[in-house]
């Protein structure tokens, strides 16, 4: 009798430890989730700051643009420097601050002009195809062409192959099939859709430049010489050379220089007998986008857009992006 007393409290010992064991684990158990729903209620109320600090930064950048009435556009102005003068955005908010962007859309190929109804815009597409042929992105002369022309019966209104472009026969024939969209590009991005443009063409290379971003869906054509990317600047004519692009950026961020007549690169050295297509070329912006990034505690909310600011100094949206 007595050794089963004794065996019958060792197994109640054993079953208290693991009744112990089992509350100890449930009690850590309770106390992590409550420790991570705390933490996930924090980071949702700092990521909800985050992003009120990100709208008035971008609040700042459509104020710099509609108080900028002058009669040009150049990198020398304000709104283009957007990014030092939100250096110290901190002293705004008890705790956060934002980092601004402003960049100018009128600098940029305007790729949906590429085409009037059916047919070419010649301007453009002269821009374009020298853009493409530039030695930055390592294409030949025929990968080019069939580029430009991919890029047109992609945007165009008809179903009719343009050289060795490409319509629906192309694209409902591969793996993955599609239809062409015959109209103008809604977003960027639909340019990797188009044959010949492949992601190391469009994001870029450890050795070569992406193009997206030097594209725009917006603007009539005309591309401001003040504030264009040198790569859009290099062309604007065959006859320039990389030291002439240099030069034509040096001379542009000089606030000395007069930049009212487009036509101001004739005034540098060397540069006389270049002449650029004056329809080509503007000295006035109207499409901006702003890029307004707010930080708090370790967390970033970022919103783009694009707005449109006319002669008056007001401002309109034209997109609006929360990432």
């Not at 600047?233 to 990389?242: F, V």
């Not at 297509?277 to 890029?291: A, H, K, M």
């Not at 857009?305 to 401002?315: K, L």
Request: glycine share 8%; with cysteine; proline share 2%.
């Amino acid at each position: 009798m007595k050794k089963i007393l004794m065996n019958d409290r060792g197994v109640a010992l054993i079953l208290v430890i693991l009744m112990i064991s089992v509350i100890v684990a449930i009690t850590l158990q309770l106390n992590m989730a409550s420790r991570s729903g705390i933490y996930e209620a924090a980071n949702l109320g700092d990521g909800i700051r985050a992003a009120c600090i990100a709208k008035s930064g971008f609040c700042m950048g459509e104020t710099l643009l509609s108080k900028d009435k002058n009669d040009l556009d150049s990198l020398n102005e304000d709104w283009a420097e957007a990014e030092l003068l939100s250096a110290g955005s901190g002293i705004l908010f008890d705790t956060g601050h934002f980092r601004l962007h402003i960049g100018d859309e009128s600098g940029k190929i305007p790729i949906n002009n590429l085409v009037n109804g059916t047919e070419y815009n010649n301007k453009i597409k002269d821009l374009l195809t020298g853009f493409l042929s530039l030695s930055e992105f390592d294409l030949d002369e025929q990968q080019v062409r069939d580029i430009v022309d991919a890029v047109k019966d992609w945007i165009d209104e008809d179903d009719e192959t343009t050289g060795f472009g490409a319509e629906n026969i192309y694209y409902e024939g591969l793996e993955n099939p599609y239809a062409c969209k015959n109209a103008p590009l809604d977003c960027i991005e639909e340019l990797l859709m188009v044959k010949g443009i492949t992601e190391n063409l469009y994001y870029g290379t450890d050795e070569t430049p992406g193009i997206a971003e030097y594209f725009t869906l917006y603007g009539k054509g005309a591309i401001n010489i003040n504030t264009a990317p040198n790569l859009i600047l290099k062309a604007l004519s065959d006859e320039i050379t990389n030291e002439m692009v240099y030069d034509m950026d040096e001379f542009r961020r000089n606030e000395e220089n007069n930049l009212l007549d487009p036509a101001w690169y004739k005034n540098i050295p060397g540069m006389t007998g270049i002449t650029i297509d004056p329809g080509l070329i503007t000295v006035q912006s109207n499409i901006f986008r702003i890029t307004s990034t707010g930080y708090l505690n370790d967390i970033g909310k970022r919103i783009s857009g694009v707005i449109e600011r006319n002669s008056g100094g007001t401002v309109k949206r034209l997109s609006w992006k929360v990432d």
